[in-house]
């Protein structure tokens, strides 16, 4: 990215996205609230940091993440995929991944998980900054869930 980019800390991004992620979606347990358009949501707040998840559901599906940083958007992911089980079987293994997202890049899930006859895989490109990646769950070899999502630092120049 530009260097005339204002970063704040980053571990301070990092640790709330962790929090956030895993008190979130991840948890099963987030209060979720259906909005007039029909979409989700999920909010998380904490100190000067505010997250706010909105998605469609269904299959497919799509949403977006965003961070905000004293009432300004700092940080977003945009993600679309799709479950193609019936009964969404992908979701407890989705959820255990989201809930070990690694501390250098809380966007997503860890590389690969094993859960039973599950096995989620995260491949991306780039850092907490600007990023691209996919996600797959497969049961026995075959790929049952696949998620792209790509995102960063939004509203940064000075």
Not at 3 to 8: A, E, F, L, S, Y
Not at 43 to 70: A, I, L, M, Q, T
Request: glycine letters at 10%.
């Amino acid at each position: 990215m530009d260097k005339k980019i204002n970063t704040m800390n980053k571990d301070a991004l990092k640790t709330f996205l962790i929090k956030a992620k895993k008190e979130g979606y991840a948890s099963g347990e987030t209060t979720t609230t259906k909005e007039a358009d029909g979409s989700y949501s999920t909010r998380y707040e904490s100190g000067d940091f505010k997250f706010h998840d909105n998605w469609f559901g269904g299959e497919p599906f799509g949403g977006r993440e965003v961070v905000f940083y004293k009432g300004k958007p700092y940080w977003m992911m945009i993600y679309y995929g799709v479950d193609l089980t019936d009964g969404n079987l992908a979701i407890p293994t989705l959820r255990k991944a989201l809930s070990q997202m690694p501390n250098d890049f809380p966007a997503r899930g860890p590389k690969s998980l094993e859960d039973g006859k599950f096995k989620y895989e995260n491949v991306w490109q780039g850092d907490i900054n600007d990023f691209v990646g996919k996600e797959t769950i497969s049961e026995s070899n075959k790929q049952i869930y696949e998620t792209n999502y790509s995102g960063g630092l939004v509203d940064q120049r000075k």
